[in-house]
Every structure is written in structure tokens, then in C-alpha cells.
């Protein structure tokens, strides 16, 4: 007897990676039209947890109008032996995992950027409770994670309770991110990698190291090192450091080696510290994304709750779009909020003198991290709407991009139409607002409204 038999739908890992589109939507839970959302574990002594427990503060699902976006707080409380606070974290990220387990039912993200979907057709087959999804989600924690001995689930729906909590949520975070921040690369021996994410991405790959936090936001190193000790064959495991190839791009034999094996061959390089070159990959889960803007050579920061659209007129799902499907795409970038907070921030690539845009909630709640000769120079929605706008703002500001912008100078005084270049070294080609066509090499940056490459023929 499966131990699903009594569950209206189907359980099993053939359903991860399912999506469920608009039109087949019952009900949203979380997601970019709901401001408050979290998904919490917290680890508690024997006498504190009911086994199995499943509670509901607010509203079932089945009380909802179809078609309904509402708030919503998992909170998963757990007992055991060998539980620590280490591994609060990494049961919470299972939660994605689990949850994409039910047949019609998608979950994304993490944290308090949670976005779940339940479909017409499982709702329709009796997926109208929590109690239901509780119960999975209880059934799977208990049989996949077994040092997890007593478990109860709570699902909260009041409005009232779930921004109240959820605030309560995010002091949990920061104090768990905050203790990350202590250590740097050089301090260990190993880094951790996770591919949780590959049911939606067959080619990615997470490295967690103490200086870049997993790109979910979920997951430091420290979560890593507790999961790996305790489920060592689990999806978040041990990546030997090996040979520092390079300090400054964060590139390690260890690494190579483990995006090699885990993408079968699709990612052979990874630079930890930049969006360009051999950047590391993105799934979807990303809590922002770095985005090159050729008009300006800078880079652009957009979170996933950012409504609007950024200063190169594209808004957040757009990019994502460029940027998700572990691959790896030059100018376009995934990160987590905290891995904006350390100094390795796409080092190669400038830092935070290389961001001229972000949304203004992301630079209120970054600016303790932004050097202070840097973050006035940085544009917000409120300064500006276009890149013309951004370029004026940059100029004004002296912001450090501007001087780069000399050496390219002599591109506003080519009159011909086509630039015809011999190189040996490989281009990258961008598209520029407007029409215009940008080509990268390595050591030029060239505007025209048609260029040809031209590279010796092998003899």
C-alpha cells in the first residue's frame, strides 16, 4: 500500500518542474501580488511538537473565491535527536522540493519570496484542504529526512497573522545571514553545492561558499556544511575547494569539476565574482538579477517583488526569462540578496562601482553595504525612467562608469555605417536599446549600427 493511497492526487518526483499557467489557476498563494508571504522552520524541544500535527489559521482553501491571490505563512516545527539550529534552513528549502511533489501543485521561490499555484484540475480531485498538502508535506519529511522525529505543520491565511509573522520571519533570517557574514572564502577548506533546483533547471548547479550565499537567498554555508554532515547522498554536498585557479574571478579546480559532473558536460568554468566570461548559472529561484545596460556600461539590480519596469524598459519576469535555465549568459545574472551584501559582489566586474540602477526598496535595505561614496550616484525609479535619463543622471553624479565612457568616446565620431574589425579573440554581441547592435572583446567595446567580424581563416 503506497503511503499516498488516501491522497486525492498524485505524489511523486515526476511532478516537479510542473507549471501552472493562469488559465488553469484555482488559487495563488503568495507570489508578486501578495506583499505578505513566509515559509519558516523552526527547530523545538521534543515537548513543544504534537507528531503530526496540521493546523490552519485563517481560511482553508476550499473558502476562496476561484482565481483568489492571498497571503500565506507555512510554519514547520520539528524535534529530534540530531536536529540543531544549523539545519533550520535547509528543511525550509525542502519545502520547494516536497511541495513540488503533488500533481497540480507549484511552488517556487523560498523565504519570503514564496509563490505557490494550485491548478483546477487537483483542486476539482479533492486538493481542497491544507490538511491535505500538510499531510504530504508531513508524510515526506518524516520518510526523507528521518533524524527529523516529531513534526507539526501550521498554515496561516488570516492577513493579520501572516504580517505579523512574517515580520517575526525576518528577524529569524537576517540573525541566521548575519552570523554567515563572519567568515570569508579563505577561512575553510570546502564549499557546498546544491542542486535542488534541477528539476527546473537540468544544467544548474548551486556553489555556496561563505562569501556567495546560494543564489535562493536560503541556503550559506553554514546551512551547507550542517546539511551535508547529516545527509551526506542528500542534494546539498561537499565540493572540494581543489586549485584556486584565480582569487579574484573565484575560480576553483573543485568547482569545475563539480559543474562538470553535475551538468554532464553543459558547464566546464565557473567565475563565482562575475556576470560575465563563465558567470555562475541561475535557475529560477534567484531572489534579484544583475543585468548589463551596454548604453551606459553598467549594470542594473532588480529584485523579484519589483512591479514596474527597470531602466531599460524590461521588467523583472522578462529578464528572468534571459536569465534562468542554467546557462550561462553574459549580462544577465542571478543572485540572492545576501551575496549583494558581501565585498566579493561581482568583483571582477567593478562591484557596486559598476551598478548604476536599482529599485529604491532594494537601495534602502542594501545601503548599510553600499560604500558611501557610491550610493548617491546610484539611480532609482524615482530619478529616472530611460537610459537617456541615466545617462544624464551618471553624468551628473560623476558616478565612477562615466570615465570608462572616454575611452569609448571616439564612437559618437564614426560617421561610416559599418566598422570592419580583424581580432583573434572571441566576441560577445549585445543588442542596444534603439536598434544599435554592441560587440564585447576582450580588450575593446565597440558601437555601430553594423559591424562585421572578421577572424583569420584557419590554414
Excluded at 479533492?126 to 507539526?152: C, D, T
Excluded at 553600499?370 to 525609479?381: F, G, L, N, R, V
Excluded at 554581441?429 to 581563416?457: C, E, N, Q, S, Y
Aim: charged share 30%; hydrophobic share 35%; glycine share 8%.
Amino acid at each position: 500500500m503506497s503511503m499516498f493511497e488516501d491522497i486525492p492526487v498524485d505524489i511523486g518526483i515526476v511532478y516537479e518542474g510542473e507549471r501552472i499557467r493562469k488559465s488553469d489557476l484555482f488559487i495563488e498563494l503568495g507570489g508578486p501580488k501578495v506583499e505578505n508571504k513566509f515559509e519558516l522552520v523552526r527547530v523545538k524541544k521534543p515537548n513543544e511538537v504534537k507528531d503530526g500535527q496540521i493546523k490552519i489559521i485563517g481560511k482553508d482553501i476550499s473558502e476562496f473565491e476561484e482565481g483568489s491571490s492571498i497571503p500565506i505563512g507555512i510554519l514547520i516545527e520539528a524535534a529530534g535527536k540530531q536536529l540543531e539550529e544549523e539545519l533550520e534552513g535547509v528543511i525550509e528549502r525542502r519545502i520547494h522540493e516536497y511541495g513540488n511533489y503533488i500533481e497540480g501543485f507549484m511552488h517556487l521561490n523560498q523565504r519570503y519570496d514564496i509563490w505557490m499555484r494550485l491548478g483546477k484540475r487537483s483542486y476539482k480531485k479533492g486538493l481542497n484542504s491544507f490538511k491535505i498538502i500538510g499531510e504530504v508535506l508531513f508524510r515526506l519529511f518524516k520518510s526523507e529526512l528521518p533524524f527529523i522525529e516529531s513534526m507539526q505543520v501550521t498554515f496561516i491565511t488570516d492577513p493579520k497573522k501572516v504580517e505579523e509573522m512574517s515580520k517575526e520571519a525576518m528577524k529569524i533570517y537576517e540573525a541566521r545571514d548575519a552570523r554567515a557574514r563572519k567568515l570569508i572564502d579563505d577561512d575553510v577548506n570546502e564549499f557546498y553545492g546544491c542542486d535542488l533546483c534541477q528539476s527546473f533547471a537540468p544544467t544548474h548547479v548551486c556553489t555556496i561558499t561563505p562569501q556567495r550565499y546560494a543564489n535562493c537567498g536560503a541556503i550559506s554555508w553554514f546551512d551547507g556544511r550542517a546539511a551535508a554532515r547529516i545527509d551526506p547522498k542528500g542534494p546539498i554536498y561537499t565540493i572540494e575547494k581543489g586549485e584556486c585557479i584565480d582569487p579574484v574571478k573565484g575560480e576553483y579546480s573543485g568547482i569545475n569539476d563539480n559543474a562538470k559532473k553535475k551538468s554532464l558536460g553543459e558547464i566546464n568554468r565557473v567565475w563565482l565574482y562575475s556576470a560575465f566570461g563563465y558567470p555562475h548559472t541561475s535557475c529560477g529561484c534567484f531572489e534579484a538579477i544583475a543585468f548589463y545596460i551596454p548604453e551606459v556600461d553598467g549594470l542594473g539590480i532588480v529584485h523579484r517583488d519589483f512591479q514596474g519596469k527597470t531602466v531599460n524598459a524590461l521588467p523583472f519576469s522578462t529578464m528572468a526569462d534571459s536569465t534562468a535555465g542554467g546557462r550561462q549568459i553574459d549580462g544577465f545574472h542571478g543572485l540572492s540578496i545576501e551575496y549583494m551584501r558581501s565585498p566579493k559582489l561581482l568583483q571582477v566586474d567593478g562591484g557596486w562601482n559598476k551598478i548604476v540602477w536599482m529599485p529604491k526598496v532594494m537601495k534602502e535595505r542594501l545601503a548599510d553595504y553600499i560604500p558611501k561614496d557610491i550610493i548617491d550616484k546610484i539611480a532609482i525609479e524615482d530619478d529616472v525612467s530611460s537610459i537617456d535619463e541615466l545617462k544624464d543622471f551618471l553624468k551628473s553624479k560623476d558616478h565612477p562608469v562615466v570615465e570608462g565612457w572616454k575611452e569609448l568616446a571616439f564612437e559618437e565620431k564614426v560617421p561610416e555605417e559599418e566598422i570592419s574589425i580583424e581580432t583573434t579573440s572571441p566576441a560577445m554581441g549585445m543588442p542596444v536599446a534603439g536598434g544599435g547592435f554592441k560587440i564585447i572583446l576582450k580588450d575593446a567595446k565597440i558601437h555601430a549600427k553594423k559591424i562585421i567580424i572578421r577572424t583569420p581563416k584557419k590554414k
